[in-house]
């Protein structure tokens, strides 16, 4: 089996452990990348397109294919979904098409798409200017939210509690996204609907994420996982545990919620990530994006439901409806979170034996490499890595992380 993979903008070497699960999996996996390094992946099975241009993208991906024969293309990248859909529907091989890609993308059109659907969303507004952004805070009350329309990884997303500190967030925002990679790395030559930022109402209750399964008329939760960080302005410091605690009769809610929410968006057949948010004891859709969760949410989703996102998006890929059951724990415990640092150049991450070593640690993956560009808020949301450990119970579990954590230790240029 063969299938193609991309990237429209390399994204350092983040996804490579993907690729490498992919092919545990016993995929020939090509590599078409818009721009990017030349070295990135084995050179029989890996082309540099040098460009950002969807035709040149698309048509780079013709040639090869009409040469390789791939069987689906698939990406594990935010901004290359868009690209993704492009190149699968030039090419006649299963995908969600650019319209759907396009919904799954750009915040703003995502909830307009809901709101025609009546699937339960915050109130939200497009705030071209600042004077837009504190009349929305005014009509919204405080706390609100601003986020951009074309962010991932709650890079420059912020909490507000006044409208002092909403011009201060707002400005931040609206400099951030400019250079942002997640804004700047979509393909050019395709419609992405209105770049910028919104304000949102707040949500008050607890946050959950999701890895689901679209395939024709329904919708699976593989996955459900609680985010239990503390929150404060910004967004950035996710800590999670598994299995939920969310109720039978909560589930499915949720359940109607991300349903509605995929068949709004037009995924019919596609591999997922959702966040819910509760509020009033309701669930609210924040977002749902036509891929699966970064970090170790294919980890957590495999130890704690039995379910594998990488094996669906590979399924998918090729038309072939994954192995998937309705959300059913196994009564493994597990609490992850991202490592987080300060702002510098990093030098060397040191991780001592009993970290790496260690039989409850089930995820240990850093991503920050000597000589990196850490960003924290407001400049940015960079991500040292990502710690994830096993305990007999959600109070054992987070006890291990927080500990281990303490005792990975960064020094910076």
Known sequence: MKLLTMETRQYLSYYISRYRQVEALGVDLFVLNGEGTADFWPAERYRLVGSKKIDEIVEQAREWHARERFDGVITFCESAVITAAAVA????????????????????LMRKAYERAGAPIPAYRLVPTLDDALAAGTEFGYPAIVKPTMGAGSHFVFRVDSPEELTVRYAQAAKGIQTMFWSISEADGVDLGPQGLLVESFLDGREHLIEALAWDDEVYLGSVVDRITAEGGTFDDDVHHAPTSLSEADLAKVHRVVKAGAHAQG????????????????????????????GGLDLIARLTADYDPISAVVDVGRGVKPKV??????????????????EGVVDQVHVPAEV????????????????????????????????????????DAVA??????????????
């Open 400 to 413: 291990t992380m927080n500990d281990f954590a303490s005792r990975i230790k960064v020094t910076f240029r």
């Open 325 to 342: 059951r309705h959300y059913r724990p196994t009564g493994v415990h597990i609490a992850a979170m991202c490592l987080l640092c300060d």
């Open 267 to 294: 995924l019919w057949r596609s591999a997922m990530h959702a966040e819910v948010r509760f509020h009033r004891g309701e669930p609210h859709l924040l977002e749902i994006a036509a891929r699966i969760g970064g």
């Open 356 to 395: 790496s070593e260690s039989n409850k640690v089930f995820l240990l993956k850093i991503t920050a490499r000597p000589g990196d560009l850490v960003r924290r808020p407001p400049n940015g949301n960079t991500i040292l890595g990502f710690l994830g450990t096993t305990g007999a119970s959600m109070a």
């Open 89 to 108: 529907e030039a090419l006649g091989l299963p995908g969600i098409g650019v319209e759907a890609a396009v919904l799954s993308r750009n915040k703003w």
